[in-house]
């Protein structure tokens, strides 16, 4: 298992840069985390990917299209099923309320959340460079990123549609905003 691309040598941008403060400052907004794990397991949306493309709409100036999209997955799409996947589904199966593995769940997580940090900085890294400040008009489609994640799997196009799923959509889309 390698690294995507070529990133080891790719121009080092910080873990904790502002592309990571962004991001945990969205997450931790009332409703964020819930409806962005549910769009996760309802439409195999990636969350980080979503989560950059609102930073480089938003802060970059970045015009978000479907191209973009698929861009910014297939960079870390391979990141994702090699490392960061395993590492979610590993923390999953750690009993969570067991104190005899308290510690192992909590340095998996950390591990889980230090592989995001790595993906989400190669992300930072794609960014052109010198991206013009974002017009005040600039935001982006959570409802295009979902409908990207959604036409990928069988079943998860119809679950647009559902209440629930165009909630989740609307916490974000107004978190966003």
């Known amino acids: 298992m390698s690294p995507p691309h070529d990133f ?3 121009p080092a941008v910080p873990l904790d840069g502002p592309q990571w403060r ?4 969205i997450y931790a907004l009332p409703g964020v985390s819930s409806a962005c794990l549910m769009l996760q397991d309802r439409l195999g949306l ?6 950059h493309l609102a930073y480089a709409a938003t802060r970059c100036g970045v015009a978000v299209s479907e191209e973009t999209i ?7 799409g391979q990141w994702r099923t090699d490392v960061v996947r395993p590492l979610r589904a590993a923390r999953h199966a750690i009993p969570r309320h067991q ?3 308290a510690d192992l769940r909590v340095k998996v997580q ?3 959340l230090l592989a ?3 993906a989400l900085a190669w992300l930072a890294a794609s960014l052109p460079p010198g991206s013009s400040p974002p017009p005040a008009s600039a935001v982006l489609s959570i409802r295009g990123v ?4 959604a036409a990928r799997q069988a079943d998860a196009v119809k679950a647009l549609e559902e209440p629930e799923v165009l909630a989740a959509i609307e916490r974000l889309q107004q978190a966003l905003d």
């Open 110 to 112: 950390q591990a889980e």
């Open 116 to 118: 995001e940090q790595h």
């Open 99 to 101: 104190p005899a593995v």
């Open 146 to 149: 979902a409908a990207f994640y």
């Open 8 to 10: 080891i040598s790719t």
């Open 70 to 76: 698929t861009a910014a997955d297939a960079l870390v």
């Open 46 to 51: 990636d969350v980080l990917v979503m989560l």
């Open 22 to 25: 962004y991001v945990l400052a």
